[in-house]
């Protein structure tokens, strides 16, 4: 699944790509996508110009001319494939934005769940996103109070898209090995400072340039991660042995040793 990283660097890539240029055709080709993105939807962005790029979570915001924005998701496979629209077309294309200097944008996604759609203005098609990680508001006071009504574990909380936008199954994870919190913990019974380690650990996991080399590589610098898919190996901090478990039907990975309850 792409993560916010991920979606991060595709809006870049769209942002490139598409910004100051006009939409020739926006065409949803596999039914599933037609579903919510009719054919008012595609008459609508004809012709306007794609003003700004902008992410939410995980979702792409299209800001046309007019008030008029088109929202992708890529779900688990989504992603932008840029080419000519002359080009043929990729076989898992679901959806292409083609401009009118020849260029097409193409949503290619092998199993068909990605989504776009067109809110009008003053319309949101967006569920209920918290704050984002990048948001100066996001600190322990915040988590504080988005958490102490939750009656689930700290790790289900995080990735509640409410609670922190974007954050996905693998960073919520990292962020808390990196916090020392253990991922079974009560949300709502995790001290404040506990929580403004947590709020750094979020950022330092989301931005990887800024990730201390040694606890995510080994010796031959392989490895991405501090304990996703890492079941069964040793804790990168502690030696103890990362243990797999299953919360809300999503694999967490973390250290019993040292990440306490
Ligand atoms: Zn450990």
């Known amino acids: 699944m792409p993560e916010l990283p991920e979606v991060e660097k595709a809006a870049g890539r769209l942002r490139r790509a598409a910004v100051g240029k006009t939409i020739l055709a926006v065409r949803a080709i596999h039914p599933a996508l037609r579903r919510k993105f009719t054919a008012s939807h595609a008459r609508a962005a004809k012709g306007k110009r794609i003003d700004s790029i902008e992410r939410r979570g995980k ?3 299209l800001h046309l001319e007019g008030g008029d924005t088109l929202v992708v998701h890529f779900r688990m496979n989504g992603d932008w494939e840029m080419g000519a629209a002359t080009e043929p077309l990729d076989r898992f294309a679901r959806a292409t934005i083609e401009l009118t200097d020849g260029t097409r944008i193409s949503l290619v996604d092998r199993r068909a769940l990605s989504a776009i759609t067109l809110d009008k203005p003053g319309e949101s098609s967006l569920p209920r996103l918290g704050l984002e990680a990048s948001d100066a508001a996001m600190n322990a006071k915040y988590l504080v109070d988005v958490l ?8 289900p909380a995080l990735m509640d898209q409410a609670v922190v936008a974007g954050l996905g199954n ?10 020392k919190i253990d991922p079974r913990r009560p949300a709502a019974e995790v001290s404040r400072p506990r ?6 650990a979020i950022r330092l996991v989301l931005s990887p340039k800024k990730r201390l080399p040694g606890r995510y590589t080994d010796k031959r610098g392989a490895g991405r ?6 079941a069964g190996k040793p804790c990168r901090r502690c030696g103890g042995i990362i243990e797999r478990i ?3 039907g999503r694999s967490t990975y973390f250290c019993p040793k040292c990440q306490r309850r």
Not at 173 to 179: G, K, N, R, T, Y
Not at 195 to 200: E, H, R, S, Y
């Open 170 to 179: 693998i960073y919520a994870a990292e962020a808390l090995w990196e916090a």
């Open 246 to 248: 299953v919360q809300a």
């Open 195 to 200: 929580l403004g380690k947590l709020v750094d």
């Open 59 to 61: 979702h792409q915001l």
């Open 225 to 230: 991660f501090a304990v996703y898919d890492r």
């Open 148 to 155: 102490r009504r939750k009656k689930i574990a700290i790790k």
